[in-house]
């Protein structure tokens, strides 16, 4: 049986979905072997070759946009209770793809790493354009690599949230996707997410008000929850670990639909381009002036 994974910039939700995709087939398997191909998107690629062999995969996790296998490492004996713990973590890019099954099954091209595992099944990570990264970290590594990603939406505290717009100059859209400050969310989850806020996506992040943070908070964990339910956002041709598509993109209200009318006012969609990277949203629902008209240009 094969498992397709194909993500197109891949955000919190579909990384989720593949995390519990792959935690019951995953969970437990102990690790034969490692292939590489193209290593220049690997941190350490020789660590990989070493330490990956005979290593048992935990657990499978995401940490913002990242997916986490925990491994209990084993020593030269096999037969030896594990001596150490590590982490490989893996970011998906624009166009990386895990499938799992057959290892006689045929191997796409810009497959880069192969793991055999004791079940008999092959974990294939295939990325044609390479944005993405994968890295093997120790425990005390690790702690300090998480350490410089931002919040977790869906597990920080709304104080924390509203703290940290109020001592930001950025935009929120800009804020938003700083991965520095909160982690998982990119441009497809952040629009929609102000769409449904009301917020304009050039906003200054200081500027809004309580309300607007609270408003925001709660639009955020609305739409990241539902699409999370709906196994994330089939842009491409994602597919979960069940083989079914996301179904998200169905409940897109901006994100792609610049020209098309907002499905709450009836306004045409634009499209801007904000901290280099664009951003979909109703001029009627999302207006640019805040308090006071302080962020009209
Ligand atoms: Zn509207």
Known sequence: VWYFFFTKMPELPEVETIARGLRAPLGGRRIMGVRLGKTDFMEEPARLLRELPGSQIAEVRRYGKYLLLDLEVMGQCRSLPPDDRAC??????????LTLGDPAGPVARHTHLRMALDDGRELRLNDVRRFGSVRLLGPAELESWLARLGLDPLEAREEDFSELLGRSRARIKALLLDQGRIRGLGNIYTDESLWSARIHPARRAASLSRSE????????????????????????????????????????????????????????????????????????CQPLVGRAGRNAR
Not at 88 to 97: E, I, N, S, V
Request: one cysteine or more; proline letters at 2%.
């Open 88 to 97: 490989l973590l893996l970011h998906l890019g624009m166009t990386g793809q």
């Open 213 to 284: 943070a609270h408003r925001l908070w709660k639009a955020i964990r609305s739409v990241l929850t539902q699409a999370i339910r709906l196994r994330g956002s089939s842009v491409a041709n994602y597919v979960d670990a069940q083989g079914q598509p996301g179904e998200y993109q169905r409940r897109h209200r901006v994100y792609g639909r610049q020209g098309k009318r907002c499905a709450r006012c009836g306004s045409t969609i634009l499209r801007i381009a904000i901290a280099g990277r664009s951003s979909c949203f109703c001029p009627r």
